[in-house]
């Protein structure tokens, strides 16, 4: 597993290379969606795209932070939020534990400490928790790999339960570093700028890419049109050959056997 700022520093710069001439990185890059995906505030989001180091937070405020994210952004197919009723129950616990959970840490956040990675012992204590959690990644001592850490006592139920419920298991997005949650929502991204990159006609299939085609035609003198023109029709009609082709010769194999 990768170091969590490497790693995002790392994504930002393939994504980078990626995008070519004629876009920008707001261009591919929807903080909104971010957010959503991730859980990262939209302002955090932006600071940690341009290379800042976010806020400091509370752990446990993390966590109840973005359990009403995900009750606001993972609706039910009917467009309602899921219940503290159903949540709760999913992981045998009962309403008023969640909701009172939630509740008490949005009327009176904790203070922040001075380091990202450090909750605060009196927040952990009033929740229950042990104290021995350090730090938000931990040396995994069956693989010698870092993790995010994952909350102690009580809340660690609490976490698990409800990751299970919106992800199907556990895995640490509730506590995550903003860094991690950040570089694993822009992974998708990543993936289609590098299906692009290998796929030349990938771009302008795209609606952007159409759109931005358009755009720039007017720029073009009626000579250089044509070229563009042609040019996509070649490329066309060698697809259409290349199926033809393609058709032809499963006929014949067909027809051998």
Do not use: C
């Amino acid at each position: 597993m990768r170091e969590t700022r490497p790693a995002l520093a790392e994504t930002l710069s393939r994504i980078g290379s990626l995008i070519g001439d004629g876009r920008s990185r707001d261009d591919v890059l929807d903080v909104e969606q971010l957010s959503n995906e991730s859980g990262v505030p939209r302002d955090v989001v932006r600071m940690l795209l341009d290379g800042e180091e976010p806020p400091a937070e509370d752990i446990t405020d993390r966590i109840v932070r973005r359990i009403v994210h995900l009750r606001e952004t993972r609706l039910r197919p009917d467009g309602t939020r899921h219940s503290y009723d159903e949540i709760a129950a999913s992981y045998g616990a009962s309403r008023a534990s969640l909701s009172n959970l939630v509740n008490s840490r949005r009327k009176t956040p904790s203070p922040q400490t001075p380091s990202p990675q450090m909750p605060s012992r009196q927040a952990l204590s009033r929740q229950g928790l042990s104290a021995q959690v350090p730090s938000e990644q931990v040396l995994s001592e069956q693989t010698g790999e870092r993790r995010p850490a994952r909350s102690g006592g009580p809340l660690a139920s609490t976490q698990a339960g409800i990751e299970t419920f919106f992800f199907g298991q556990p895995n640490g997005w509730l506590s995550a570093e903003p860094q991690t949650s950040l570089d694993n929502a822009l992974q998708s991204v990543l993936h289609g700028l590098e299906r692009e990159a290998a796929d030349p006609m990938a771009r302008l299939r795209g609606t952007h890419g159409l759109r931005e085609l358009a755009a720039r035609a007017p720029q073009l003198a009626e000579e250089e049109l044509q070229l563009v023109t042609d040019w996509i029709d070649t490329i066309l009609q060698r697809r259409n050959a290349q199926r033809v082709r393609g058709s032809g010769s499963d006929s014949s194999h067909t027809e051998g056997h």
